[in-house]
């Protein structure tokens, strides 16, 4: 195969025929001509030099035939060249706390719910390829969107995640249990589990190292990010004649627990203590988990050698005429 710019001959090796040209033309000029090339009495009229012109260009159309039928065999073609990037995605299940305590308020002036809706949303828009799934949960767990790279489909299922759709409580063991059934058999090797929760583990019959370790088995790696200030925070405690009713309790999450098993599957784990916090180790994931690229060429050939073989098959065409108007072949 040889290369000629935008052009390529996929054959070149029949170009070698073109070497025999030079010698067929010295054969014919060695070889002694008729007396009579022609037997057409006009032509005749026209004096000697008359057959000899029209021997010539007979000859140059034969050559120019030969030539035009070599190049056509050397398989002349163009291709257009396209660089495709394809994208190796990761599956990605994000685990979502909507507990009542998530309503709390120390992410003035928003509360905790909205303050981590808004980043994860962030979060998803930076990823391109990657499969995507969203699993609320509190006492219990529940998939709200399967793994897909549908984002508009993911950003809406976010966008209605509310505390008060699942019994309250936090069962973080049975939110990595559902997570992982929605990974385990995900294609790819890529599978992250990103779980966001502002609690203590207090409901669910799965303990979640246990959870954690079963994950590890699958390729599963748990990213845990703890949502809430350090203190005191204004908790909602129930219901009042203006909405809701907040007391200052506390803040109690269990660092140690999601630290271990997000280090138990080779991830790790952040403390959003602020939304600034929040959206620094929402970057952070982003960076670790990025998306490995390959590329591929694929190049679609125009094959050329018609436009050859066209001239060739004219050219012996124009031969044929010129012969029938003025005599047999030389």
Do not use: H
Request: proline letters at 6%; aromatic letters at 6%; glycine letters at 8%.
């Amino acid at each position: 195969m040889i290369q000629l710019g935008a052009l390529q001959l996929a054959q070149p090796l029949w170009l070698l025929l073109l070497l025999l040209l030079p010698v067929w033309w010295l054969l014919a000029r060695r070889r002694r001509p008729a007396a009579i090339v022609f037997s057409r009495v006009p032509v005749l009229a026209r004096g000697p030099r008359a057959g000899r012109t029209v021997t010539k260009i007979l000859a140059i159309l034969r050559n120019l035939a030969l030539l035009c039928g070599i190049v056509a065999l050397a398989r002349p073609r163009s291709g257009a060249r396209a660089e495709t990037s394809t994208s190796e995605g990761i599956n990605m299940v994000i685990a979502f706390d909507i507990s009542s305590s998530m309503l709390a308020m120390d992410f003035q002036p928003q509360n905790r719910l909205e303050v981590a809706r808004a980043k994860i949303k962030q979060f998803v828009q930076t990823r391109s390829s990657d499969r995507i799934g969203i699993v609320a949960f509190s006492g219990e767990a529940l998939t709200q969107v399967p793994l897909t790279t549908d984002y508009p489909v993911v950003q809406q299922a976010l966008d209605n995640l509310q505390p008060g759709q699942l019994e309250d409580g936090t069962a973080i063991g049975t939110a990595i249990a559902t997570a992982a059934n929605r990974l385990k058999d995900a294609p790819g090797k890529s599978r992250v589990l990103i779980i966001l929760t502002d609690g203590v583990n207090n409901r669910g019959a799965i303990d979640p190292r246990t959870a954690a370790k079963a994950a590890a088995q699958f390729g599963i790696k748990i990213y845990g990010i703890g949502v809430g200030t350090e203190g005191m925070a204004p908790v909602p405690v129930g219901r009042g004649l203006f909405g809701l009713r907040y007391e200052m309790q506390k803040v109690e999450i269990d660092d140690a627990l999601l630290t271990d098993i997000s280090t138990s599957t080779g991830g790790r784990y952040f403390r959003a203590r602020d939304p600034a916090a929040l959206q620094s180790i929402t970057e952070q994931i982003n960076a670790l988990e990025r998306t490995p690229v390959r590329s591929r060429t694929y190049v679609r050939y125009s094959e050329l050698f018609r436009w050859p073989l066209g001239a060739m098959l004219a050219l012996l065409a124009a031969e044929l005429l010129l012969l029938s108007w003025k005599g047999p072949l030389p």
